[in-house]
């Protein structure tokens, strides 16, 4: 137990940044501030996971079809048809839906995004309100 204690009382002593970050009271403004830029994040791992689930689908649709070529008894062809489907929906979802916001809002449409800041409805603007003038 004395090693342990020995152990937090040396980390602490390295890392003095961590004693003012457990004793700073944080205001509201700064509260929220936080709970916004993390929405883009979130933003940010629904676009990963829609790429990452895409490619699983597609793997086992390869693997399906390939079952299916080896016993077409056994396994009936809608279901790698469907998984393709869902493959391609998922691959090309974040890209479609920058495409169907520009076609419904037009170019220059000025709307909230993540992080409550204004940006156009351009693909590359979700991420950052820069690239919007």
Not at 60 to 76: E, L, M, R
Not at 100 to 119: E, K, M
Request: aromatic fraction near 10%.
């Amino acid at each position: 137990m004395s090693q342990l204690k020995f152990a937090i009382f040396f980390i602490l002593l390295l890392l003095p940044e961590l004693w003012g970050a457990v004793a700073a009271p944080q205001a509201l403004g700064n509260i929220s501030t936080n709970i916004t830029d993390s929405f883009t994040s979130v933003a940010r791992l629904i676009t990963a996971l829609s790429y990452i689930g895409g490619l699983a689908f597609s793997i086992v649709a390869i693997i399906k079809f390939k079952q299916h070529k080896d016993n077409p008894t056994q396994i009936p062809i809608g279901q790698p048809l469907g998984q393709a489907c869902i493959a391609a929906i998922l691959l090309f979802l974040p890209s479609f839906l920058g495409f169907v916001g520009g076609t419904l809002f037009g170019t220059d449409a000025r709307t909230s995004g993540p992080t409550g800041q204004v940006y156009c409805s351009n693909t590359a603007a979700v991420y950052s309100a820069a690239s919007c003038n």
